[in-house]
């Protein structure tokens, strides 16, 4: 991905729900807005805190042993106010994204299946997916 090195210095500016996407336990599918005009829409993802997991899509509407269930979409907007991006990398292996932000954050974009798991739109409208298609 040959636009992902222009990522750097982009700040998150909205993270808004994915309305197209079923939104259930194991699911905090999201559409994440950055400064200069890219929009990354995300199925399945964690973050990971001074290099520890500190949450994940999965932990979404799960309550463990808390006094109530867990809104990771919201903890995610909560991590990622006004983060800015180090880099961002794509795992060509897996089709993982990763996004280093500043606050010593790593947003891990998860790619688990040859179909879209997340999709980045740049703003000179070229598009690309976590499974390569065209």
């Known amino acids: 991905m040959k636009y992902l090195s222009k990522l750097k210095n982009a700040r998150i500016i909205q993270i808004t729900d994915n309305e197209g996407y079923r939104d259930e336990s194991g699911s905090a599918s999201v559409i994440i807005f950055l400064s200069d005009g890219t929009k990354l829409r995300v199925n399945y993802w964690r973050i990971i805190k001074e290099k520890r997991h500190l949450i ?76 390569h298609a065209k």
């Open 56 to 131: 994940s899509c999965f932990d979404h509407q799960q309550q463990y042993d808390l006094s109530a269930p867990i809104n990771a979409k919201v903890e995610l907007r909560k991590t990622f106010q006004d983060k800015q991006v180090i880099t961002a990398q794509l795992d060509k292996e897996t089709g993982d994204l990763i996004l280093h932000l500043t606050g010593d954050l790593e947003f891990q974009i998860l790619n688990f299946t040859g179909y879209e798991i997340w999709e980045i739109r740049f703003p000179d409208g070229s598009v690309e997916y976590s499974n």
